[in-house]
């Protein structure tokens, strides 16, 4: 199949739905809902007074920030707990407990500690994708295969080259995945918290705009790009899963 | 000739749920140094845990292992064990495995040195390429190469040619004579193939059902290039095959 003929059916099923929408906003006369035209003008109108890179770079950049942080606690962190029995032990059950605690149920507490700034969004974007990453790494420890480690021990190499040249790599994929998974939930967050108290960012952009006088076209118009930076970031993990280093982990795909 | 390893009457047994099962119980033997024994043995009889006694990754439960005359008490890069389903590290090229084992000596022309052995293997011109990319003969070679070029004493072949076809295994037969015929190694080597046993070995040693103990042992005065089917060959086969319990060899 060629590349056209893959995306064919869910590009019909878009201009469907596109369509569909449009047909029914049309028939009921809807004064509030807009058509995709009118969603179109509205963003057209936001990229002309530079408003809409305004609120994506500062969405971004709370993410980039928040997910930067995660990364820098939750691999060393994980790599320890999945290595040393002791820390997985004590520090699992903890992280069981605290993982499936939704981020949008820590608005109150990081209000309350980190107030209504930029530290909010950031602290939230942090807890939300450090536990994945912390559990997909030590879950890439545990799974390395006795073989590798044997072998590694019998060519009798120094620690450093066992964590750098066996250890790392052969829990890299895992990390990607848990990347991946981390940067995904960071991005649905971070919209959601600056929907609370900001001045700024696309979760800003949608709640003003309902508030300032219901501008629905601007809602769906940011609404619609959330979902395609969204795919994006996706796209960026996908490409770190297509590094010739990491390939033999998802050999499936090829 | 000298005695490289010496194996003193080792036992091991792993708990069960009625008490412990037996797997190796008391068995010698020794290697002279350059010398290839291979031991034969039926499935299941303990020889994998019996080589990781001899290489050293499992401590046995009574006895003991001593290379050079010294005990044995860990896994060690003079000798290197390659297994069956083989170990070359699937996130590092073949280049990168090959250097593997040279981390630690600084002022060595590693790359140099791994690229030279590669092309001992007939890998020349795939250093770059990632085990994914290779076949599974490819990928016996790479382990091959990459256990070489730290110039072990001692290479502990586990079934090591089992997982390939029919024709690979002997090409890889003949690739592993031809080269210990350049490299001197003691090589210990086990099998449950009798034909591999007499094509590769100086000695044969054939184990006992579990708990497994030494049953026979068969000088191979043969010269090499051995011919499979030449009659001394299939006399020994015939020999071996009825210390196993198969009374006819065809």
Redesign the interface.
Known sequence: MSRLERLLPSVAVLSALVGAWWLVVVATGSVIFPTPWQVVTGAVELVRDGTLFEHIGASLARVGIGFALAVVVALPLGLWMGWVRGAYVTFNPLFQILRPISPIAWIPIAILWFGVGNASPIFLIFISSVFPMVVQTTAGVHTIERRYLQAAQNFGVSRATLFRRVIIPAVLPQIIVGMRIGLGVAWLVVVAAEMIALRSGLGYLIIDSRNAGNRYDLVIAGMIIIGLIGLMLDGVMRLLESLKSVRWRYAHQN | MRTKIEVHDVAKAFPAKDGALGVIDGVSFSVADGETVVIVGPSGCGKTTLMAMV?G?VRPDRGRVLTDGVERV????NG??I?Q???V????TVR?NLM??L??HPGLDKAGLADHYAAIVGLKGFEAH???ELSGGMLKRAELARALV?KPEILFMDEPFSALDALMNLRMRNELLRILGEERHTVLLITHDVEEAIHIADRVLVLSPRPARLQASFDVRIPHPRKLTSPEVQELRVAILRELGVDRGD
């Open positions: 290489a990754f860990g896994p060690s890069p290197i064990l297994s389903q083989g170990s590290f699937p996130w590092l990168q593997f084992g981390n630690g990632y085990p994914h730290v």
